[in-house]
Each structure stands twice: as structure tokens, then as C-alpha cells.
């Protein structure tokens, strides 16, 4: 079974640009999480979708969002970009249950200059 | 608010020298305990799922124990391979998201 894929993988973008990156999660998984991690902060929740509803939302600001589709494919944008928003963003997808095991795709490296 | 902390922050072991990494969490009733192992660059790869205080679960030269506060990832005559970032995270009763810790780094050394 495939795993979870994520595209691009790898990003350099200016400041005051936008971006979206796009996740793909296991086959039949319907739950999909999104986390920023930088070398300071550690792995940041950002996101968690379930069938097609955002089930939570972290802490970060409204330039940050998400969306999740009808097959459970799931995206995130970030607008009006920043230095600070250089990081490992990684998607993570699990089958249903919040309790169950979430499995990570290899993640976008997105780099703002 | 959920919390966890690992210890230490960084471990260097020589090969065939056992230890153990440390997960404290404070959780208002756990549904869940997760450990990853996750290379340079890369995602968190899954290692166990612990559910209850006294639970344990192996793989090859890793074993990982619950308690009611706090959860151990031992490590048993490591190899160089072993070398990596090992990451806890804890889930909560309620619709609540999953929290990390901020990792141990493990640097095994021939």
C-alpha cells in the first residue's frame, strides 16, 4: 500500500508571495493532520481535517488554511508569505479515529527569501 | 493543556551501550501514546502506539513501556543505524489534536 505522498517536496518562495502545498494520504485513511516544523518550535500542529471538515485548528495566524476534498486529498495555503514561515511542513494521514496511529508523508521543505 | 517533555535532549551512545529515552506527559485522560523515529530531512516514521499503563510493545532492538505518567523507549545494544531523532506524542480524551514532545536526539557511535 502506497504511502503518504506529498508534493512539491521542495519550495523556495519570496516574501509577500502565496502557496499551497497538496497532500495525498494512505488509501482508505480519511483523516489527514498538517504540522510546521522548525528546528526552535519542534513538530506545530496546524491542522486536522475528517471527511471533508476541519475537525481542529492550531495556533498559527489566518494566513494559514486548509481544505480537505470529497476523495480525502487535502491542501494548505499560505498567504502573504513570510521569513518566518521557512520550514518542514508535513502532512500526516490516519484511517478514522482520533485515537488511531497517523503515519507522515516525507514533507515539503518550503524556503521563503 | 497537554504537555510533554523528553529527556535527554541528546543522547551519544557507544555501539552495544543500552539506555533508555524518557516521555513525561500531563494529559487530561489519554487515548493514546505514539512514538517516531525520524531521520534528517524527513517524516516521522512510526515505531509503537501505547494505549494503557503497563503496556509494552518491541521491535527488533527497541522496546517501548507506558506508565500512568510517563512512557520509556529503551534502546538495547544500539547500532550506528539507530542514529536519529526519536519523537513522543501523546493524544487526549476529547476532539483534541495530537501534541509532540520536542524530541531526543540519538547519536550512535562504532
Known amino acids: 500500500k502506497a504511502g503518504v505522498t506529498q508534493t512539491p517536496r521542495y519550495l523556495i518562495k519570496t516574501r509577500g508571495q502565496q502557496v499551497t502545498l497538496s497532500c495525498s494520504p494512505i488509501?482508505?485513511?480519511?483523516?489527514v493532520s498538517w504540522y510546521q516544523q522548525t528546528p526552535g518550535q519542534g513538530l506545530q500542529f496546524l491542522f486536522e481535517?475528517?471527511?471533508?471538515?476541519?475537525?481542529n485548528k492550531g495556533n498559527f495566524p489566518g494566513r494559514f488554511s486548509g481544505r480537505q476534498f470529497s476523495n480525502s486529498r487535502s491542501e494548505m495555503n499560505v498567504s502573504t508569505l513570510e521569513l518566518g514561515d521557512s520550514a518542514l511542513y508535513l502532512c500526516a494521514s490516519s484511517l478514522w479515529d482520533i485515537a488511531e496511529t497517523q503515519y507522515f508523508g516525507p514533507g515539503t521543505r518550503l524556503l521563503v527569501l | 493543556e497537554d504537555q510533554v517533555t523528553q529527556s535527554p535532549e541528546a543522547l551519544r551512545l557507544q555501539e552495544g551501550e543500552s539506555s533508555s529515552l524518557n516521555c513525561s506527559y500531563t494529559v487530561s485522560g489519554l487515548r493514546g501514546l505514539f512514538w517516531y523515529r525520524q531521520d534528517p530531512g524527513k517524516g516521522p516514521e512510526f515505531l509503537f502506539t501505547l494505549y494503557s499503563a503497563g503496556e509494552e510493545k518491541e521491535k527488533e532492538r527497541l522496546k517501548a513501556t507506558l506508565t500512568k505518567k510517563e512512557s520509556f523507549l529503551h534502546i538495547t545494544a544500539p547500532k550506528p543505524e539507530d542514529s536519529a531523532t526519536y519523537l513522543c506524542?501523546?493524544?487526549?480524551?476529547?476532539?483534541?489534536?495530537?501534541?509532540f514532545g520536542k524530541g531526543t536526539r540519538l547519536s550512535v557511535i562504532a
Open positions: 481535517y475528517f471527511s471533508e471538515t476541519q475537525r
Open positions: 506524542a501523546v493524544r487526549s480524551s476529547g476532539n483534541t489534536p495530537l501534541v
Open positions: 488509501s482508505g485513511h480519511r483523516s
